[in-house]
């Protein structure tokens, strides 16, 4: 998933009264900076979160924010919603309205979100085809065995969407949980999945997303990602 750029020049003559054959000498009289850099050609690639300078003048400081937070039951996936919090009412940011959802959690579910304003890492974080590795710990109403194991390895038809769930490995803690990892995200589909075996998920934690995981974060605390973490897988 590539993040939208454009060239230096495109970027300045859309931002400034100066026109696309302008920037050449603006470059060369060095009075445009990019990320605190003196510009060195009019096609230098700037994204959104390129900060750009024109001589005393921003044109443009968006900061990229990603966010993991431990979501608590009873708060929606969701930036709006008219009955319930949300998680962004637990972000402490000042940019938060800027924020997008990365795989969203049921309302009692409990666990990874990640929140993010750079849409490309959203979208990266979240398609199918990213193949992410997505870990739950699952509570269920009636016993487990070894049938659930290798029928979620299987995959689960779904008839709704006519699709076969993923391979999916199951390991079975006790008598009543499971830690579940999946490479997909469909519609409620932890709780579908038992469901095919009319098995109610009475709760369902999701510990990682890849390589994130909650570590010491308490439900309804949140932290920014490091650059290390960010980067993908
Ligand atoms: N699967 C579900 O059924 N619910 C979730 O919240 C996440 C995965």
């Known amino acids: 998933?590539?993040?939208?750029?454009?060239?230096?020049?495109?970027?300045?003559?859309?931002?400034?009264?100066?026109?696309?054959?302008?920037?050449?000498?603006?470059?060369?009289?060095?009075?445009?900076?990019?990320?605190?850099?003196?510009?060195?050609?009019?096609?230098?690639?700037?994204?959104?979160?390129?900060?750009?300078?024109?001589?005393?003048?921003c044109l443009q400081n968006n900061q990229a924010i990603y966010i993991l937070l431990n979501k608590p039951q009873g708060y929606v996936s969701a930036t709006k919603d008219s009955q319930h919090p949300t998680v962004i009412?637990?972000?402490?940011?000042?940019?938060?309205?800027?924020?997008?959802?990365?795989?969203?959690?049921?309302?009692?579910?409990?666990?990874?979100?990640?929140?993010?304003?750079?849409g490309a890492w959203t979208r990266k974080m979240s398609l199918p085809e990213s193949h992410l590795a997505k870990t739950y710990e699952v509570t269920v109403a009636q016993?487990?065995?070894?049938?659930?194991?290798?029928?979620?390895?299987?995959?689960?038809?779904?008839?709704?969407?006519?699709?076969?769930?993923?391979?999916?490995?199951?390991e079975i803690l006790t008598d009543f949980t499971a830690r579940l990892t999946l490479t997909e995200g469909k519609y409620h589909q932890v709780k579908r999945m038992f469901g095919s075996f009319r098995n109610e998920v009475l709760a369902l934690h999701r510990s990682s997303v890849g390589h994130l995981r909650l570590g010491e974060l308490m439900?309804?605390?949140?932290?920014?990602?490091?650059?290390?973490?960010?980067?993908?897988?």
């Open 1 to 57: 998933m590539k993040t939208t750029s454009y060239r230096l020049d495109r970027f300045i003559s859309k931002h400034s009264e100066f026109s696309l054959s302008d920037v050449r000498l603006l470059v060369a009289q060095k009075r445009i900076y990019v990320d605190g850099q003196a510009a060195i050609s009019v096609q230098q690639k700037v994204t959104q979160f390129t900060q750009v300078q024109l001589d005393d003048q």
């Open 89 to 118: 009412d637990l972000i402490d940011h000042p940019r938060k309205a800027s924020l997008h959802i990365a795989g969203r959690l049921d309302l009692n579910t409990t666990g990874v979100v990640l929140l993010s304003n750079d």
């Open 143 to 170: 016993p487990l065995n070894d049938d659930y194991v290798r029928a979620f390895q299987q995959g689960i038809y779904f008839a709704y969407e006519d699709i076969t769930t993923q391979p999916a490995q199951l």
């Open 219 to 233: 439900p309804g605390e949140s932290r920014l990602l490091s650059p290390d973490e960010i980067s993908f897988p």
